[in-house]
């Protein structure tokens, strides 16, 4: 019998943890519970073995162990290794953020006596309370009933304690200071399963008297069946006026039982209205040989990555349902991937009307017992379609034969925390452990993804055209600074968008606007000093949200500012902070804004709006996508949210206020977010039978970025594009790394920071550039200052080495690797 375990946990080190073997053997891929820095974590093994280790220290045991058997397979073991090595990241980490079981494990805190206790509550018992005392002589006589009740050594939880003894959390907290007490994080299993209460009626039972109230309850359960929900039941019963202890009543006298059964999944999706679901369409002649292409690399049963580009409209999503369809009818299962959870329910539903109880969701909006749920289905082979965000592609599918990434140029595929992995990037390597296909679809393919396909690493398969010969909506392009010369203000809203969504309006058909700022204003500015009312805790202007009734354009004092970045919130000022001057401006336009300009201009349209505002919870985006759908809203504002996926037919204007902004950001990548969502934004117009049309309110309508898009030409946008990468030896003519140096104490970031820069100034590092030490351009966020090095590398490997080799010097130096963020493949730089 093996006697080691080595365990990979969710911590910030580079480093797996030997433990000693305690009775059963844990299989390598289960779950254990241990020890470790006085709580106990959830770990994965990921080995067993008779190595003694060879540093002469006490090993703990492994406390309990989770599984009977490997949780998960060899494959996505084998790509956890990938992930922690591609991306530098703690195995243990990585593995934390593939298993979203957090729910099967209940955590909470105890409280032991300490030797320094024991001896307190001893002298206590020989000479007394202490006169020394800041607390009360009550206080006192509750500190030693605490340690009298722990004085045998076992644990007790603050429940406890307080019921005991009487004391409360902060007097706990002040004997733990003393070291009388040590506080432990307790971690151990618990039953997630979702269960709920039916209410059965009992047959053949003999029927006493019954009063009117009884007779109501078992006619109502009769009239469905005999089985009701007990939640229904009793709003029914309220709704009559039945007291709900009737219930109790019949279930005493066994006319009702009670059975505790799986509570229902609800997958959500948005109504047809009339329209056909993806997988009832007929393919054209393009999207069939689209299928073709994807259904002969299937076939083989090797690995074959794909990219789709096809434009707007073009069919995409119907090639995605027929190709997922061939790998179930070959005994495969099929992974979908969406960039946002807002996309989720108009995919969940399509997904459920093409393969009904075989599809299962996956996304961070399910609580904690719904997403164990969904994991376990998967990992039986009850749903062998699985649909969900970047963190679908972790899924335990059995027998992965396709793997689909939707949007694959979304930024939303990137993790911007510890692993920071991209979901496309993994997905293609899920696929090649699998000899699996994926096929990575994009109206505007990442830059990355297209130089693969021209360099023959990915097949390139192209729909230009949309469904039934479509036209692609005309754009017209709004110089805003000719519209400043000729009106002399600044309005939201041009006279030609105004105009054309009158028009649009009157005709009956629907009007989108996309307005990527949230919020009423962004900046909050002194008119005398020019002071802006920054976050406390971070580098940024504060965002003005209005209340709903308000009306005045100078900010009042006790309205709210949020910061987008951490959550911090304070009323408006009646003085600027600098100054004391009271002309306080809002300065910028949000969603907030324009919803409420669009009311005044259009009082009789019916106007929705989404936002991170309006959709905070999955059944709002529901919600409001099944109003747009059928009519109820004929006028949406919102942020990029309505940029992605949503295909609504009604749709004939779209309009594009201040998406050009982006382009002044320090960001290589800015022109591609630019274009990107211009031509995506533009995509969801004229996608019925209607002709659409596009209108783009900018101040650079001179820029590459934006004429191209205003042409639809995503190949003229690249070829200019890739002229500049190429020049300034940016992805995907170089390989990335953003590493981040952060600290609450602005001086340790400094200091190490500058460390770590004459390390790198000293070592000769092969095919690797280093620019850097600079302050982040958010050069604090969350009360944590921000320095960062930006890397380039001719080579991955050299990279990765010179990472390496970083963070070896890093831990050498004593610089904590939980102050150090290593992004590798990094989207944004700010």
Request: proline content about 4%; charged content about 25%; aromatic content about 6%.
């Amino acid at each position: 019998m093996s006697r080691y375990a080595d365990i990979a946990l969710p911590v910030p080190l580079d480093q797996t943890f030997t433990y000693k073997v305690n009775g059963v053997v844990p299989p390598v891929g289960a779950r254990v519970l241990v020890p470790f820095s006085g709580q106990k974590l959830m770990g994965v093994v990921m080995r067993v073995h008779d190595d003694a280790p060879s540093e002469e220290f006490e090993l703990k045991p492994i406390q309990q162990v989770l599984d009977d058997a490997a949780l998960l397979p060899d494959e996505l073991m084998e790509l956890a290794r990938w992930i922690a090595q591609y991306y530098v990241a703690p195995l243990g980490e990585v593995l934390r953020g593939m298993l979203p079981l957090m729910a099967e494990v209940k955590r909470h805190f105890v409280y032991r006596i300490t030797e320094t206790g024991r001896k307190v509550l001893y002298e206590g018992a020989a000479k007394g309370a202490s006169r020394r005392s800041k607390l009360s002589p009550e206080e006192q006589n509750r500190e030693y009933a605490v340690l009298n009740y722990l004085e045998s050594g076992e644990t007790a939880k603050l429940t406890a304690l307080r019921s005991a003894t009487g004391a409360g959390k902060p007097l706990l907290e002040g004997m733990v200071k003393k070291k009388w007490l040590v506080r432990e994080a307790v971690a151990e299993e618990r039953d997630a399963r979702r269960l709920e209460k039916v209410a059965v009626l009992v047959e053949d039972a003999r029927l006493p008297k019954l009063n009117a109230n009884q007779t109501a309850i078992l006619a109502e359960l009769a009239a469905v069946g005999g089985r009701m929900r007990v939640q229904d039941l009793k709003e029914k019963l309220s709704q009559g006026g039945v007291p709900e202890s009737t219930l109790s009543t019949l279930v005493k006298r066994e006319l009702v039982r009670l059975e505790e059964v799986a509570e229902a999944f609800h997958f959500g999706g948005v109504a047809a209205h009339g329209k056909k679901h993806a997988h009832e369409h007929t393919l054209n002649e393009v999207q069939m040989e689209a299928l073709s292409t994807i259904a002969a690399a299937m076939s083989k049963g090797s690995f074959a990555p794909h990219l789709l580009y096809g434009v707007t409209g073009s069919g995409k999503t119907a090639v995605y349902f027929a190709a997922m369809r061939r790998a179930l009818d070959a005994g495969k299962s099929a992974l979908l991937m969406v960039p946002e959870i807002g996309l989720t329910p108009a995919m969940t539903g399509q997904l459920v009307a093409a393969f009904g109880d075989e599809v299962a969701l996956l996304h961070s909006q399910l609580t904690p017992d719904e997403r164990a749920e969904q994991w376990h289905r998967i990992r039986r082979g009850e749903a062998r379609v699985v649909v969900g965000t970047r963190s679908a592609v972790f899924a335990p599918v059995r027998e992965l034969g396709l793997i689909i990434v939707d949007e694959e140029h979304d930024g939303s595929y990137k993790q911007e925390e510890t692993p920071r992995y991209h979901g496309r990037d993994v997905a293609v390597m899920r696929a090649k452990l699998n000899d699996a296909v994926v096929v990575m679809g994009s109206a505007t393919p990442s830059l990355e993804s297209w130089s693969n396909a021209e360099k023959g690493r990915y097949a390139r398969i192209e729909m230009r055209s949309r469904v039934a010969d479509r036209p692609l909506p005309a754009v017209e392009l709004v110089d805003m600074k000719n519209e400043f010369r000729e009106t002399g203000q600044e309005q939201i809203f041009s006279r030609r968008l105004i105009e054309e969504t009158e028009a649009t309006l009157a005709r009956g058909e629907q009007a989108i606007i996309l307005l990527n700022r949230r919020g009423y204003s962004f900046v909050v500015m002194c008119r005398s000093c020019g002071e802006k009312i920054e976050c406390e805790n971070c580098a940024i202007s504060m965002t003005y949200h209005k209340p709903v009734n308000g009306s005045d354009d100078i900010a009042q004092p006790g309205q709210r500012l949020e910061c987008h970045y951490c959550g911090f919130r304070r009323g408006v000022p009646s003085k600027c902070p600098k100054c004391d001057s009271e002309h306080l401006y809002y300065m910028g336009a949000g969603s907030q804004q324009g919803e409420e300009r669009l009311q005044e201009i259009f009082p009789h349209a019916r106007i929705g709006r989404m936002d991170r505002d309006t959709v905070r919870g999955r059944s709002d985006m529901e919600r409001l996508l099944a109003r747009l759908h059928g009519g109820e809203i004929n006028l949406l504002v919102g942020t990029q949210m309505i940029a992605k996926g949503h295909d609504i037919h009604g749709v004939t204007l779209v309009g594009v206020v201040g998406a050009d902004f982006a382009l002044g950001l320090p960001d290589f990548r800015a022109a591609e977010r630019v274009f990107q969502l211009l031509t995506q934004v533009s995509g969801r117009a004229g996608r019925g039978e209607l002709p659409g049309k596009v209108l783009v309110q900018t101040y650079h309508p001179d820029h590459y970025a934006v004429k191209f898009a205003a042409e639809h030409d995503y190949p003229g946008f690249v070829a200019k594009e890739m002229q500049y990468r190429r020049w300034m030896h940016y992805p995907p003519y170089s390989v990335l790394a953003n590493v981040v140096v952060q600290s609450e104490q602005l001086q340790e970031a400094t200091g190490w920071s500058a460390e770590l820069g004459r390390w790198f100034a000293k070592t000769k590092l092969e095919k690797v550039r280093v620019l850097g030490p600079a302050a982040a351009p958010l050069s604090r966020l969350k009360r944590i200052y921000r320095y960062h090095f930006v890397m380039k590398g001719e080579t991955r490997k050299a990279l990765s080495e010179a990472l390496r080799g970083m963070l070896r010097f890093a831990g050498e130096r004593e610089i904590p690797r939980r102050n150090l963020v290593v992004d590798v493949d990094a989207l944004h730089l700010m």
